[in-house]
């Protein structure tokens, strides 16, 4: 069974940085692309950076020069750090999974996710 739990938010305030953290287990496939997603209230799901088997990485806008997506195969860990943080980035975010391995950013091309973890910045 696949399982993926994401940890690491919290509040803060306008300029902070957090990483989030998601543990990985379950997911035996050798080829994927894993990624984090974000909601706002009342706002659809995106996406926002993705990472593949190959450590290949690809950024929404809204992501590209404040957050980083890492991976640590050895203890099935994906990462998110974000850095100088907005109040628009209040949302809970998400990890999910996907056996597709050009990138995606589309919700609809992942097919295992987690419960989220919510990060709220005030400004």
């Known amino acids: 069974q696949v399982q993926l739990v994401e940890s690491g938010g919290g509040s803060l305030q306008a300029g902070g940085s957090l990483m989030l953290c998601c543990a990985v287990?379950?997911?035996?496939?050798?080829?994927?692309?894993i990624g984090w997603f974000r909601q706002a209230p009342g706002m659809g799901r995106e996406g926002l950076a993705v990472?593949?088997?190959?450590?290949?990485?690809k950024y929404a806008d809204a992501a590209k020069g404040r957050f980083t997506i890492s991976q640590d195969n050895a203890k099935h860990t994906l990462y998110l750090e974000m850095n100088n943080l907005k109040p628009e980035d209040t949302a809970r975010y998400y990890c999910?999974?996907?056996?597709?391995?050009?990138?995606?950013?589309?919700?609809?091309?992942?097919?295992?996710w987690g419960q989220g973890t919510e990060v709220t910045v005030s400004s």
């Open positions: 990472i593949n088997h190959g450590g290949g990485t």
């Open positions: 999910a999974a996907s056996l597709r391995t050009w990138l995606p950013l589309d919700t609809s091309a992942y097919n295992y």
């Open positions: 287990s379950g997911f035996i496939y050798m080829t994927y692309s």
